[in-house]
Nanobody, 116 residues
Framework: QVQLVESGGGLVQAGGSLRPSCAAS????????WDWYRQAPGKQREVVAQITRSGSTNYADSVKGRFTISRDNAKNTVYLQMNSLKPEDTAVYYC??????????WGQGTQVTVSS
C-alpha cells in the first residue's frame, strides 16, 4: 500500500507562484511513475505533469514552460512548481503514484485558486 498526501495549494493572484507537494509513505519503492493531475469544476481530470523513476519528465502543453515537476527521494516527496499562474489553472490538484499499468494510488487533492 501507498499513501499520498498533498499540501501547498492556496489562493494566488494571476502571475504568481505556488509549489504543491505530495508526501508518500508505505511501499514507495514500488512507484515507477509519479503524476500530477488536476480537475477544474465541470471538467474532466487531466494529467499535468509526470516524472519517472529515472527522472524523465513530461508536461501537458498547457503548462509547459510554467510548471516543473521534481522529486526528493530522501523525503519521498514530489513537488509541482507552478509559475506564471493563470485563472484557468484553478483546479483541485491530485498526486498519483503508479505501481504498474493498472495499479495506482491517489492523494486527496489540494485546491489551487488563481484570481484575475
Amino acid at each position: 500500500q501507498v499513501q499520498l498526501v498533498e499540501s501547498g495549494g492556496g489562493l494566488v493572484q494571476a502571475g504568481g507562484s505556488l509549489r504543491p507537494s505530495c508526501a508518500a509513505s508505505g511501499s514507495v519503492f514500488r512507484i515507477y511513475v509519479w503524476d500530477w493531475y488536476r480537475q477544474a469544476p465541470g471538467k474532466q481530470r487531466e494529467v499535468v505533469a509526470q516524472i519517472t523513476r529515472s527522472g524523465s519528465t513530461n508536461y501537458a502543453d498547457s503548462v509547459k514552460g510554467r510548471f516543473t515537476i521534481s522529486r526528493d527521494n530522501a523525503k519521498n516527496t514530489v513537488y509541482l512548481q507552478m509559475n506564471s499562474l493563470k485563472p484557468e489553472d484553478t483546479a483541485v490538484y491530485y498526486c498519483r503514484g503508479d505501481i504498474d499499468s493498472v495499479t495506482n494510488y491517489w492523494g486527496q487533492g489540494t485546491q489551487v485558486t488563481v484570481s484575475s
